[in-house]
Nanobody, 127 residues
Framework: QVQLVESGGGLVQPGGSLRLSCEAF????????IAWFRQAPGKEREGVAC????????YHADSVKGRFTISRDNYNNRVYLQMNSLKDEDTAVYYC????????????????????WGKGTQVTVSS
């Protein structure tokens, strides 16, 4: 059974850092395109970062470029989101999502591109 499990969320002060983890069960994460999304209260789900299968390209939303980094740990079947210089507006539930094909970049930020979803982990940035 395919399953994605997020962890690593929590409460952090502005300017702080967190590392989110997405662990894959039931499939080999290296063979899937995996992305991170987030959804704040009252807002639409937003694509944050993506790691393609195949050519290994990565993409980050403009709102997080230079602060967040997506990476893979194929040995442990995990994908990480390192989040630095966190801001109040980064507060959201963060989800990982996967699809067993390349997306080829242009639509990586669209929820409809992904088939499998985790249940999310809460990130709260507040002083």
């Amino acid at each position: 059974q395919v399953q994605l499990v997020e962890s690593g969320g929590g409460l952090v002060q502005p300017g702080g850092s967190l590392r989110l983890s997405c662990e894959a069960f039931g499939f080999t994460s290296d063979e899937y395109t995996i992305a991170w999304f987030r959804q704040a209260p009252g807002k639409e789900r937003e694509g944050v970062a993506c790691s393609e299968t195949g050519d290994r390209r990565v993409y980050h939303a403009d709102s997080v470029k230079g602060r967040f980094t997506i990476s893979r740990d194929n040995y442990n079947n995990r994908v990480y989101l390192q989040m630095n210089s966190l801001k109040d507006e980064d507060t959201a539930v963060y989800y990982c999502a996967a699809v067993n094909s390349p997306i080829y970049g242009s639509t990586w930020y669209l929820s409809d591109e992904y088939y499998y979803w985790g249940k999310g982990t809460q990130v709260t940035v507040s002083s």
